[in-house]
C-alpha cells in the first residue's frame, strides 16, 4: 500500500462530464488535461501515490490539486443545469493561481502600436529624421499617447523581440 489514504473528493456527474470533455478536447493545454484526469482519477477512490506513477507526476501535485478540488467542491462550483456555468467554474478551479510579483507595465496592444510605429517611415509621423531610434520611437510612443511613459531601452527590448534589427 502506497501512501497514506486520501481524503475522498465528491464529483457530480455534470461535474465528471466537465472533466471528461476537458480530457478529451484537442485543444486543451496538457497542465489543465493533467488536473483534469487527477481529479477524475482522484473520485474514482485512487490513491495519490498510484495515481501520480500513473499519470507521470508527483504525489505533491496529485496531492494539491486533489485538495483544490475538495476545498471548491466545499461550496458550491455551479448550478449543474447550466453547462456553460458548470464548465467555467472547474475551467476556474483548475487554473493556476495568480502568480506573484508586479503585473506588466505594458499591454500587448501597446507592444503592437509601438512596433507598427516603427515599421513606418518617420516622415509619416513628421520626424525630421532618416531612420527611427530606440530615443524617438519611445519620445513618438508618447506623442501619440500609446503610452504615457517609456524608456528608449524597452523599446528596444520590444523591437527585439521580433526578427528584423532594431533601431538604434
Same mark, same amino acid.
Given at each position: 500500500?502506497?501512501?497514506?489514504?486520501?481524503?475522498?473528493?465528491?464529483?457530480? +456527474?455534470?461535474?465528471?462530464?466537465?472533466?471528461?470533455?476537458?480530457?478529451?478536447?484537442?485543444?486543451? *493545454?496538457?497542465?489543465?488535461? %493533467?488536473?483534469?484526469?487527477?481529479?477524475?482519477?482522484?473520485?474514482?477512490?485512487?490513491?495519490?501515490?498510484? %495515481?501520480?506513477?500513473? %499519470?507521470?507526476?508527483?504525489?505533491?501535485?496529485?496531492?494539491?490539486?486533489?485538495?483544490?478540488?475538495?476545498?471548491?467542491?466545499?461550496? *458550491? @462550483?455551479?448550478?449543474?443545469?447550466?453547462?456553460?456555468? %458548470?464548465?467555467?467554474?472547474?475551467?476556474?478551479? @483548475?487554473?493556476?493561481?495568480?502568480? *506573484?510579483?508586479?503585473?506588466?507595465?505594458?499591454?500587448?496592444?501597446?507592444?503592437?502600436?509601438?512596433?507598427?510605429?516603427?515599421?513606418?517611415?518617420?516622415?509619416?509621423?513628421?520626424? +525630421?529624421?532618416?531612420?527611427?531610434?530606440?530615443?524617438? @520611437?519611445?519620445?513618438?510612443?508618447?506623442?501619440?499617447?500609446?503610452?504615457?511613459?517609456?524608456? +528608449?531601452?524597452?523599446?528596444?527590448?520590444?523591437?527585439?523581440?521580433?526578427?528584423?534589427?532594431? +533601431?538604434?
Amino acid at each position: 500500500m502506497a501512501g497514506p489514504l486520501a481524503a475522498p473528493i465528491r464529483v457530480t +456527474p455534470a461535474q465528471r462530464a466537465v472533466l471528461a470533455a476537458l480530457v478529451r478536447r484537442a485543444t486543451c *493545454p496538457q497542465a489543465l488535461a %493533467l488536473r483534469a484526469r487527477i481529479v477524475l482519477e482522484a473520485a474514482a477512490g485512487r490513491r495519490n501515490e498510484p %495515481l501520480a506513477r500513473q %499519470l507521470g507526476c508527483t504525489p505533491k501535485t496529485a496531492r494539491k490539486w486533489r485538495a483544490r478540488w475538495a476545498d471548491a467542491s466545499a461550496r *458550491p @462550483l455551479a448550478v449543474d443545469d447550466d453547462p456553460a456555468a %458548470l464548465a467555467e467554474a472547474v475551467a476556474a478551479v @483548475l487554473a493556476d493561481a495568480p502568480r *506573484p510579483g508586479t503585473p506588466a507595465t505594458f499591454t500587448a496592444e501597446q507592444i503592437i502600436h509601438i512596433i507598427n510605429r516603427a515599421c513606418r517611415p518617420p516622415e509619416q509621423a513628421r520626424r +525630421p529624421i532618416a531612420a527611427w531610434t530606440r530615443r524617438e @520611437l519611445a519620445d513618438e510612443a508618447v506623442k501619440q499617447g500609446i503610452v504615457t511613459g517609456i524608456s +528608449p531601452r524597452t523599446v528596444g527590448r520590444f523591437w527585439g523581440r521580433g526578427r528584423s534589427a532594431a +533601431p538604434s
